[in-house]
């Protein structure tokens, strides 16, 4: 990570970044395999948003809807403007839709969730976590021993520095 973060709030951001991974190499499937990529995408969003709240103490309940977080965000005291609000509507639709009523997402449908999802996290990722761009998030957080992970992290460092 390029910002100084607490481990768990790294773990998380990293777990995050696991469950949107998932959901783009779901999205490539044939369907309707492909279908469960609007299940992760949404989760990843959903994760993001409640770390966001964690991290900036904003006063979320567990009742929070979806799209109720961008003004719950927005308007607490220390709280940040999140964009994609639009996308993001249009992803809940079509995970709602999945979910309730059975309609398969199509080929474009994915695309377009995937361009949403992806504009989101580049943007809104550097406004909650003070500049750390959403590429740079270390997924050897997600690796639970220990040493393993230092390795990892080390083998990244010497890799981003041209040594493989």
């Known amino acids: 990570m390029t910002t100084a ?23 490539r ?9 609007l299940l992760f995408l ?10 966001a709240g964690d991290h900036l103490r904003v006063q979320l309940d567990r009742k929070t809807s ?19 609000v639009a996308g993001m509507r249009r992803l809940n ?9 059975g309609n398969m997402p199509s080929p474009d449908v994915l695309d377009q969730v995937k361009a949403d999802v992806s504009s ?7 406004r909650v976590f003070q500049g750390l761009a959403f590429d740079a998030i270390d997924m050897a957080e997600v690796i639970p021993q220990g040493p393993v992970r230092r390795l990892v ?3 990244g460092e010497r890799e981003r520095g041209g040594s493989r």
């Open 66 to 84: 979806f799209l109720d977080y961008w003004d719950r965000l927005k308007k607490a005291p220390n709280g940040v403007h999140l964009s994609g």
């Open 153 to 155: 992290r080390e083998a």
């Open 5 to 27: 973060l607490d481990p768990q709030t790294a773990k998380r951001l990293a777990f995050l970044r696991l469950v949107y991974e998932q959901g783009v190499q779901q999205s």
């Open 93 to 101: 639709d079509h995970r709602n839709g999945l979910k309730h009523a």
């Open 42 to 51: 949404h989760d990843a969003v959903e994760l993001f948003l409640v770390l």
């Open 120 to 126: 989101f996290f580049k943007d809104s990722v550097p």
């Open 29 to 37: 499937l044939s369907a309707p395999l492909n279908a469960t990529a």
